[in-house]
């Protein structure tokens, strides 16, 4: 049995040809027997998820619920969840367990999903390789010896696993977008402000968003459905009517204006790369859709200007964990400021310690204007140049990583390499704008993803296309299981 | 060679709001819960929660600055000050930095001299408190309680415009009034919801180029701010005398010892790292929401007082002192609407008779057993006539004990004022007759002694006859 399509899971339940408990079993049962390699996991919660494939089969029994009733789902370990722990990768929340739940999870739970547990992540959703995890690192399944991509990883990899048919991730500059692309899936970031923050623990505030990752973009539609939606516990949440984003795929494409930035076709794109995406961007044009090369002069300073806004807002954000009302507290402190310096020293990786020096710098006094408002300008200067391309074209597109999953290790000691694999995806996440990764080909055996860019809240736009694409071709049918 | 030294003097005052919730959250701010019991999840700091902002916060910060005549911003940032500190959950305080709500007011004073003085306001902004670390009872340790933590608080920052601990204590006391007036804060001191930090500094008298200052932090009573200012200034002089220095630094006052002390100095100062909140939108302020404001804001202390000596011709002082506060100003209001008669007797009797009774037993107006609706109803004896100003005395202190109305108390006890002719031309014939002697005095032209024969009778009727009848009959009777 196949797990990865909500669609055709959810014709199984109605039909009552499958009961959520089963389907369930099976998802804990993969899980369960992947874990060693691929490291999926931080935590699972077989009894709660029996617990709520049962209350699923109840309601489907009365013929109730909604397309997401009895669907086995995952969430990051950075969705806080009540009486289910919420490391957030970190020892120092090793043993936290938050009283509250994410709005993002209620909202699913509501709709009937059954979690079965919590995904790995890079700590503090720091990282693009979910190797730098308190809990090991996660594997890609398409081969373990490299990384899944990260922060999201995880769920990632449990996706393209073939564990669970639905999962949720958060990007601050592509953990959404990047592990999709390296996992082979369908991974979207909603515009700023659609999906509440609320309980997702912050990485960058102004730039966190949490959205789904599952195998095609309508299986994400009927996700995002259920997740968006006005959330007065965020103020940065948007007050918009409700809508359903599977309601109106397929639609027509024909028409459809596609912008190709050349900043994101250079010479330093590996050409085997750019040969796949302009194959699948063919596609989209045999189906209507007008390609148009279009300019983002600015792309280049995005990474700099991310890892500034990013790590200033983290830094802040991570003052929290001190060891002093909940998290981890080093062994006998010899004063407060020990107690700070160990817990915080003890208690946090190398990775998030590094970035928390950073953006402490950045805002130091003497440096504040040279670095955090130079950023914050450079924001400005990216999300005008998006703003104005968008009124050209629809949609932009472009390669969602510059190349494949790389070797576990390959980049652990060369941050700066790591945060170039974020070159495509940060600029989104500092313009806030909504963009998906869809599986376009395949190199050497591994994923090669493609991102699509929308304006502000058109995200009916992205899936359209992208499940236009994916009527057209099969690359996000495959799975590691295929090669045998 | 002797220096005359100029006193320079700012204040900070951090004033809590009177909201029922939070600046960020929806826990209750009520003094004195027990510990860590008025803390939610947002105020303890737990990842993943968010703050929102209280609008009932706004709203008394923007009515503060439409009564200093400030400017309100139409957008106003919050920022975070990032610091580590135990009973600073978050690791960083919520705050105002380079956009502040309410900026450039005036306060105008009246100094104790008589004198007045604009005292300008450089900003207000809005802030949430810290937690209170708990040092007794625990064992060397330090508590942690977090109900204040994320309580909202306005910041006022002034000009050095001051000149004197005096003038800073009376622009302390103008803007405490101010906001008990508006009904923004509950301005109770003991607990902390009006604190001082008071920078001071001295130049050579003439110099316009300020001395380096000190900042004294969290003074939390009128007379710790006169001392602790009282006490820097003559620290720096001497300093400066001798031909020292003063360190820019930040010190702390101890009221038993009434001095202060460095707490840290320039160089230890904390970066605080500002940098607007990304968690918070700017606040939009709309014409229409200060419009709103404004039409709801109680009547201000120098409008009232004024308006108080155009309706009701009170004396300037008495109109000041009976408006210093809004639920006295109501108080005198109502007491004049019942008693239909003087507003100048009830003044008098507000200010004498009724602060006298309440200052001598350490009450607020709130516990004062004495009603408007009562004292009205003695004045309306005092003013047909009924008591004698001397019995009025008598029958106010009964009603403060809790013996009922005036008009029971004065039949209750037989108060009445005798003014029937008949029965006062009785006694006064008879102590004309029991005192020939003094009655021959008067007769010879020595007049004092009618005050000893009016004296008798007023004995004669137990206080209750009409003095002036008594004084008129007399006259007359000793003449005729």
Same mark, same amino acid.
């Given at each position: ?49 029996? %617990? *709520? ?10 013929? %109730? ?56 992540? @890079?700590?503090?959703?720091?990282g693009s390789s979910t190797e730098h ?54 991974g979207l970031k909603p515009t700023y ?69 050349? %900043?994101?076709? *250079? *010479? ?115 999300? @005008? %140049? ?96 295929? *090669?045998? | ?118 005292i300008r306001v450089t900003r207000a ?356």
């Amino acid at each position: 049995m196949r797990v990865d399509s909500i669609a055709e899971l959810a014709r199984l339940l109605r039909r009552r040809e499958l009961s959520s408990v089963e389907l369930t079993r099976e998802c804990l049962q993969r899980a369960e027997s992947l874990q060693p390699r691929l490291n999926c996991f931080i935590t699972l919660t077989p009894e709660l998820a029996l %617990e *709520q494939a049962r209350t699923a089969d109840l309601r489907l029994a009365r013929g %109730e619920g909604t397309v997401l009733t009895g669907i086995p789902i995952a969430f990051k370990d950075i969705f806080c969840t009540a009486g289910v722990r919420t490391s957030c990768g970190s020892r120092m929340l090793d043993k936290f367990i938050a009283p509250y739940t994410a709005t993002a999870v209620t909202r699913l739970q509501a709709a009937g999903t059954v979690m079965i547990g919590k995904t790995n992540m @890079d700590e503090f959703a720091m990282g693009s390789s979910t190797e730098h995890s308190w809990y090991g690192p996660c594997r890609n399944p398409w081969d373990q010896g490299r990384v899944p991509g990260g922060s999201s990883g995880g769920s990632a990899s449990a996706v393209a696993a073939g564990i669970i048919p639905s999962a949720l991730g958060t990007d601050t500059g592509g953990s959404i977008r990047q592990p999709a692309a390296l996992c082979g899936i369908t991974g979207l970031k909603p515009t700023y402000g659609l999906v509440s923050r609320h309980g997702m623990v912050a990485f960058a505030s102004s730039l966190d968003q949490g959205g789904p990752m599952a195998r095609s973009a309508l299986d994400t539609a009927h996700l995002l459905t259920a997740m968006a939606g006005f959330d007065p516990r965020d103020s940065t949440s948007v007050e918009r009517p409700p809508g359903d984003y599977a309601a109106n795929l397929p639609g027509d494409i024909k028409g459809l204006r596609i912008g190709l930035p050349a %900043e994101y076709f *250079q *010479q330093d794109l590996d050409p085997r790369i750019r040969a796949v995406i302009m194959a699948a961007l063919q596609e989209l044009e045999k189906a209507g859709a007008v390609l148009k090369d279009v300019s983002l002069p600015s792309s280049h300073l995005s990474i700099p200007a991310y890892y500034v806004v990013a790590l200033a807002e983290a830094s802040s954000n991570l003052s929290r964990f001190d060891g002093v009302r909940y998290g981890y507290r080093c062994e006998n402190p010899r004063d407060l400021m020990d107690l700070y310096c160990r817990s915080r020293a003890e208690g946090f990786g190398n990775e998030v310690r590094r970035r928390i020096m950073i953006g402490t710098y950045v805002l130091s006094a003497g440096y504040y204007d040279a670095y955090y408002l130079r950023a914050q300008k450079v924001r400005r200067l990216i999300r @005008d %140049e998006f703003k104005s391309v968008l009124r050209d074209v629809d949609l932009i597109a472009g390669p969602t990583v510059p190349g494949t999953a790389f070797p576990i290790g390959e980049r652990s000691n060369d941050p700066v390499s790591m945060y170039l694999s974020d070159i495509y995806t940060v600029s989104v996440n500092l313009a806030g704008l909504p963009a998906i990764s869809i599986p376009a080909g395949m190199l050497e055996g591994l994923p090669v993803g493609m991102q699509l860019i929308g304006d502000y809240f058109c995200e009916e736009r992205i899936l359209q296309a992208a499940h236009a694409f994916q009527q057209l071709t099969d690359w996000h049918l495959r799975t590691p299981g295929d *090669q045998g | 060679m002797n220096t005359r030294w100029e006193t320079v003097i700012g204040l900070e005052l951090h004033i809590q709001l009177a909201t029922r919730s939070k600046l960020f959250s929806g826990a209750a701010t009520a003094f004195g819960a027990t510990p860590n019991t008025q803390a939610c999840a947002v105020d303890l700091a737990l990842p993943g929660v968010l703050p929102v902002l209280n609008e009932a916060a706004v709203r008394m910060a923007i009515s503060f600055g439409l009564a200093i005549n400030a400017e309100i911003a139409p957008r106003s940032v919050f920022a975070r000050k990032n610091y580590f500190y135990p009973d600073l959950p978050k690791g960083y305080q919520i705050s105002q930095f380079e956009l502040p709500i309410v900026a450039r007011g005036t306060v105008e004073l009246r100094l104790p001299d008589g004198e007045s003085k604009a005292i300008r306001v450089t900003r207000a902004h809005l802030e949430e408190d810290a937690g209170k670390s708990l040092h007794e009872g625990m064992q060397g340790c330090t508590g942690i309680d977090l109900n204040r933590a994320g309580t909202p608080l306005i910041e006022v920052v002034s000009e050095p415009d001051m000149r004197s601990a005096a003038e800073a204590v009376a622009y302390m006391r103008y803007v405490h009034a101010l906001v008990c007036d508006l009904g923004i804060s509950d301005g109770n001191m003991q607990e902390g919801s009006f604190r001082c930090d008071a920078n001071v500094s001295l130049r050579p008298a003439g110099s316009t180029t300020l001395g380096t200052r000190t900042e004294t932090k969290n003074l939390n009573s009128f007379r710790f701010v006169e001392q602790a200012i009282e006490y820097e200034v003559e620290r720096q002089r001497e300093l400066l005398e001798r031909g020292a220095q003063v360190l820019q630094e930040t010190r702390l006052y101890d009221p038993d010892r009434n001095e202060t002390r460095p707490l840290r100095s320039k160089e230890e100062a904390f970066d605080y790292r500002y940098f607007p909140d990304p968690d918070l939108l700017p606040v939009e302020i709309t014409p229409q929401l200060i419009a709103d404001i404004r039409a709801r804001m109680p009547e201000l202390r120098k409008t009232r007082a004024a308006r108080f000596v155009e309706r009701y011709a009170l004396p300037e002082r008495d109109a000041e002192q009976l408006s210093a506060t809004s639920s006295l100003a109501v108080y005198f209001e109502s007491t004049v609407a019942r008693s239909g008669g003087d507003p100048k007797l009830a003044a008098n009797w507000i200010i004498t008779e009724l602060l006298g009774a309440l200052n001598r037993e350490q009450k607020t107006l709130q516990q004062s057993p004495v009603d408007p609706d009562r004292l009205a109803g003695l004045l309306r004896r005092v003013g047909d006539g009924t008591v004698s100003g001397r019995m009025a005395k008598q029958v106010f202190e009964a009603m403060w004990g809790g013996a009922g109305t005036a008009d029971e108390i004065i039949r209750s006890q037989g108060l009445e004022q005798v003014s029937d002719t008949g029965l006062i031309e009785e006694l006064v014939d008879g102590v004309i007759a029991a005192n020939p002697e003094q009655v021959e005095q008067f007769r010879a032209g020595k007049e004092k002694v009618l005050a000893f024969l009016v004296g008798q009778v007023m004995k004669q009727s137990k206080g209750k006859a009409n003095p002036q009848q008594v004084s008129q009959i007399m006259t007359a009777k000793l003449r005729g």
